[in-house]
């Protein structure tokens, strides 16, 4: 049987076969189910020949099933309470009561400023919800939202999948990150001649701000490439080392102290911050909540039609 049969078939004949399984009785079962003895009759025979089997022979005042209906009721049971499932999380969502279990990607930046104020916040609202955090970047979020591997991801994203949505949530503006005492910000001489750190997942020694760099015929000298935000503040800091980061990371950084943060000496490629997700979790109850919820807490400012891509959809 394919999806496709699935049409010709009365839900309703499964609950009532499931019933007959527990109760062994035409009669208990139909009082079980509000129904009359003769509905009950009918469903079977309706059953019998959907299934192609007699499913119960009667054995003094009880029906006792087949080994084909016990094995039917092996797969079916399971089936009818993810179904159940299924329709009470689509149907009712309380934040407040819910356990749920949310898969979301954050990009490092995301996850080193943002997170901590959001899950706070989340946790106000919905105190008996988890949340497992997967690492995710414009180069791997697609096949996440493909996979399943998360139900929606808040990075810098590109090219998305057909089946995939995004909601814009605030530009990002590089920043130059600092342990300098002095008042003035870093003029293209200078902040060329510094030694940078580069964040870079990959590895990679060169990025963005090399390639402006060399379209004015100027380069700079990076001497440590690490892959994520966390020690970046103790790499700085007592150094003259400088990095570009995104304005929440060094704003992050800055509440702690030791650091400062000015405009970078060179015009750098727009980028923004998005919320992306799965169009199979669009009507979701739990997701739409989610999504709501980080859109409120991380967008900086109200989105127009004018900052969204064309495949942009509301949260």
């Not at 999806?3 to 527990?22: A, H, P, V």
């Not at 129904?35 to 003094?60: E, M, W």
């Amino acid at each position: 049987m394919n999806r496709n049969d699935l049409r010709k078939i009365d839900f309703s004949l499964l609950i009532i076969f499931e019933t007959l399984m527990e109760e062994h009785s035409l009669t208990r079962t139909g009082e079980k189910l509000f129904l009359c003895q003769s509905a009950i009759s009918a469903s079977l025979n309706r059953l019998r020949q959907l299934f192609d089997d007699p499913l119960f022979v009667r054995l003094g005042r009880t029906m006792e099933p087949t080994s084909r209906a016990i094995e039917i009721l092996q797969n079916l049971t399971p089936a009818i309470d993810k179904m159940a499932v299924a329709l009470h999380n689509v149907s009712d969502f309380d934040p407040k009561t819910s356990s749920s279990v949310f898969k979301i990607g954050l990009s490092d930046d995301v996850e080193y400023s943002l997170l901590p104020c959001l899950l706070r916040q989340l946790r106000q609202e919905a105190p008996q919800i988890s949340f497992a955090v997967h690492r995710t970047d414009h180069s791997v979020i697609a096949d996440q939202l493909s996979s399943g591997e998360i139900s929606l991801g808040v990075s810098n994203s590109r090219d998305l999948p057909a089946n995939a949505k995004r909601k814009f949530l605030r530009n990002i503006r590089p920043t130059v990150l600092s342990a300098d005492s002095q008042m003035q910000p870093l003029d293209l001489d200078e902040y060329c001649k510094r030694p940078h750190v580069s964040i870079s997942l990959s590895g990679e020694m060169t990025d963005h701000v090399d390639r402006a760099l060399g379209s004015l015929g100027r380069q700079r000298q990076v001497v440590l490439a690490v892959p994520q935000y966390s020690a970046l503040k103790a790499l700085i800091e007592h150094s003259d080392l400088v990095a570009v980061v995104p304005d929440y990371v060094a704003k992050a950084m800055l509440r702690q102290g030791g650091l400062r943060m000015d405009p970078v000496p060179v015009t750098l490629p727009s980028a923004d911050l998005s919320l992306s997700w799965s169009a199979m979790l669009d009507n979701d109850a739990g997701e739409r909540w989610l999504r709501s919820r980080v859109t409120h807490h991380l967008c900086e400012k109200r989105a127009t039609p004018g900052e969204i891509s064309p495949n942009t959809q509301a949260a």
